[in-house]
């Protein structure tokens, strides 16, 4: 059984600092693309951060500068590290996963990742 599990959701007062992982497991492929998306209260899901496994990151802008995308191939854990926060980051965080070995350039996009975690709720206070 395949499955990814986010932990390290909290609340933080703005210009701080979380770091988010996810674990996977039962995973085989060397050749994935790893993904965090967020779900901010009343909106869409969007993609923020993507890491291949030949190591190509992409961020969206909203995040760009602040936050951090990346792997514990040991660990098979993915890390987002989210420094400066503002109170738009409120949302709930998921770790995401496809099978591929070439990922699109720019933010990930939702309909191309099959597995995804339950989600962590991040919420960020002024």
């Known amino acids: 059984e395949v499955k990814l599990m986010e932990s390290g959701g909290g609340s933080v007062q703005a210009g701080g600092s979380l770091r988010l992982a996810c674990v996977a497991s039962?995973?085989?492929?060397?050749?994935?693309?790893l993904a965090w998306f967020r779900q901010p209260p009343t909106k869409e899901r969007e993609g923020i951060a993507k890491?291949?496994?030949?190591?190509?990151?992409a961020y969206a802008d909203a995040v760009k500068g602040r936050f951090t995308i990346s792997l514990d191939n040991a660990k098979n854990t993915l890390y987002l590290q989210m420094n400066s926060l503002k109170t738009e980051d409120t949302a709930v965080y998921y770790c995401?996963?496809?099978?591929?070995?070439?990922?699109?350039?720019?933010?990930?996009?939702?309909?191309?990742?099959?597995?995804w975690g339950q989600g962590t709720q991040v919420t960020v206070s002024s």
């Open positions: 995401a996963r496809r099978e591929d070995y070439y990922c699109n350039g720019g933010p990930p996009v939702e309909d191309e990742y099959p597995f």
């Open positions: 890491l291949s496994s030949g190591g190509r990151k």
């Open positions: 039962g995973f085989n492929s060397t050749d994935y693309c």
